[in-house]
T-cell receptor
């Protein structure tokens, strides 16, 4: 089945130690998103790629970076994780960018839960 | 800017009870509207959607109707099951971005 895969499901890192989360998709979608979700809150969009074009949200800290080496893979790099970065990180894909009048369903992976010690 | 407001939870119901989770939105133009569901420890899954006024989305016994006059997209189910326990997110798409509501946690007791 076509899907969005995130590895690992659980990641533990130390304060200040760089960490990379990965996402892959078999849907061949043009757009890939990274969201941060803290407990009992809505997902917060960090950035997205439309093909190779990177779109950063204005309030995403510089500590968060992303790479998309090809259509299938996208990585989230946290350069110096702080205690406040502990959260669930969700990857999602969509066929196109969200536009008015366009039904832009997003397909989510299962998430990676990051713990910062 | 665009926004989504949904009722605060948690909502606790007995099995076979009727469910309503309210969702209202603010948007310019004609956004598409969605309900996503998140089961414990998992990502979000699309539950249903509607792309224009008066459209009704439905799936797994859940329904929601796109009401432009009241800017609402309330989620309903006639008879909930224990397996429906999850967090439900209302969302809209417009302006190159998807906006999520804060989520409503539903507990269904046997």
């Amino acid at each position: 089945d076509a899907m969005v895969i995130q590895n690992p499901r659980y990641q533990v890192t130390q304060f200040g130690k760089p960490v990379t989360l990965s996402c892959s998709q078999t849907l061949n979608h043009n757009v890939m998103y990274w969201y941060q979700q803290k407990s009992s809150q809505a997902p917060k969009l960090l950035f997205h790629y439309y093909d190779k074009d990177f779109n950063n949200e204005a309030d995403t800290p510089d500590n968060f970076q992303s790479r998309r080496p090809n259509t299938s893979f996208c990585f989230l790099d946290i350069r110096s994780p702080g205690l406040g970065d502990a959260a669930m990180y969700l990857c999602a894909t969509s066929r196109t960018q969200a536009q008015r009048g366009n039904s832009n369903e997003q397909f989510f992976g299962p998430g990676t839960r990051l713990t910062v010690l | 800017g665009d926004s989504v407001t949904q009722m605060e939870g948690p909502v606790t119901l007995s099995e076979e009870a009727f469910l309503t989770i309210n969702c209202t939105y603010t948007a310019t133009g004609y956004p598409s509207l969605f309900w996503y569901v998140q089961y414990p420890g998992e990502g979000l899954q699309l539950l249903l959607k509607a792309t224009k006024a008066d459209d009704k989305g439905s799936n797994k016994g859940f329904e929601a109707t796109y009401r432009k006059e009241t800017t609402s997209f309330h989620l309903e189910k006639g008879s909930v099951q224990v397996s429906d326990s999850a967090v439900y997110f209302c969302a809209l798409t417009g302006g190159f971005k998807t906006i999520f509501g804060a989520g409503t946690r539903l507990f269904v007791k046997a």
